[in-house]
């Protein structure tokens, strides 16, 4: 059987290629000080990246996609995961609840026998945002209180700093997808400057293949050539700023393009409109 497989490593390292290509002025201005160690690193976790949406879209069942995602993500950095999403696309008796969790079991029980929910600020971040939750988790030191007792056990647990994915796609309530890590203060920080963007977009890719796999699209988007070619930049790494530059068109065009693209794709964001359009396949890179 032939597989035809949209993003693959060597497309995906010719691109980068491209893309140091345009910026070359910004790229000598970090090989200088940072060296070709730095450049290597990006490459491979770009590479890597390639290879988990290349492999996922090879997945035939949740279980698999949520393993290879798993997988991937402690490679980068990320020691727990816990991913819980309504699954949308389907009449409202049809849809399920998707959950997926690393998070240790003790820990699990310890978090619903007590209540923790009604005082987790990630939840709350959830029902109301969009963007990432970006925090470190510390010992607080002030005396009483369940919020102080959630925060200081979770230090415990080993839990230090995390980023909490909203997952508000249409059709559910409420979806967040956490990931958690040992590190905190400067290592935090600067994981999360030189992966952050990698680890959310892996993030998404997930959910979006695990909703793919559970309930899927009734309909398959089209997207555009200007709107794929505005998503696929992004992808890159670009700001839209430099899409516009490098496509002739004007800054104004490209948030249109993209925000044209989110609203047909159902989308919150432009990182789950990548992930969304990577899962059903809409973008050559």
């Known amino acids: 059987m032939v597989v035809n497989r949209v993003i693959t490593a060597p497309r995906l390292a010719l691109l980068v290629l491209d893309i140091a290509s345009v910026e070359t002025t910004f790229a000598c201005n970090l090989w200088i000080p940072l060296g070709w160690r730095w450049w290597w690193d990006i490459m491979s976790v770009a590479l890597s990246f390639a290879g988990l949406i290349d492999d996922l879209g090879l997945c035939g069942n949740a279980e698999d996609a949520w393993r290879l995602g798993r997988k991937w ?3 980068n950095g990320v020691i727990w995961c816990h991913y819980a999403h309504v699954a949308g696309y389907r009449p409202p008796h049809e ?3 998707i959950r997926f969790s690393s998070l240790p079991e003790t820990w699990l029980n310890h978090y619903d026998t007590e209540d923790f929910s009604s005082v987790d600020p990630a939840v709350q971040h959830c029902l109301h945002e969009a963007a990432p939750l970006v925090r470190e988790h510390s010992v607080r030191k002030t005396v009483s209180g369940k919020a102080t007792r959630f925060l200081d056990d979770m230090y415990g647990a080993g839990f230090r700093g995390s980023v909490m994915l ?3 796609l249409p059709g559910a309530a409420l979806g967040s997808f956490s990931l958690i890590t040992a590190m905190q203060g400067d ?3 600067s994981w999360h400057r030189d992966r952050g963007q990698w680890v959310t977009l892996a993030a ?3 959910d979006a293949q ?4 559970v309930s899927p699209f009734a ?3 089209k997207l555009s050539p200007r709107e794929r070619e505005c998503l696929r930049w992004l992808a890159a790494g670009l700001r839209y700023d430099r899409i516009a530059e490098r496509l002739g068109i004007s800054l104004v065009t490209v948030e249109l393009h993209v925000a044209n693209a989110k609203r047909k794709l159902d989308a919150k964001t432009r990182e789950q ?3 969304i359009a990577v899962a059903l396949r809409l973008l050559d890179l």
């Open 210 to 213: 695990l909703i793919k796999l």
């Open 273 to 275: 409109a990548l992930a």
């Open 73 to 75: 993500l402690s490679d």
């Open 95 to 97: 849809r399920r609840l």
């Open 204 to 206: 998404h890719a997930v």
């Open 187 to 189: 290592e935090f920080l």
């Open 219 to 221: 309909h398959r988007p």
């Open 166 to 168: 909203p997952l508000h």
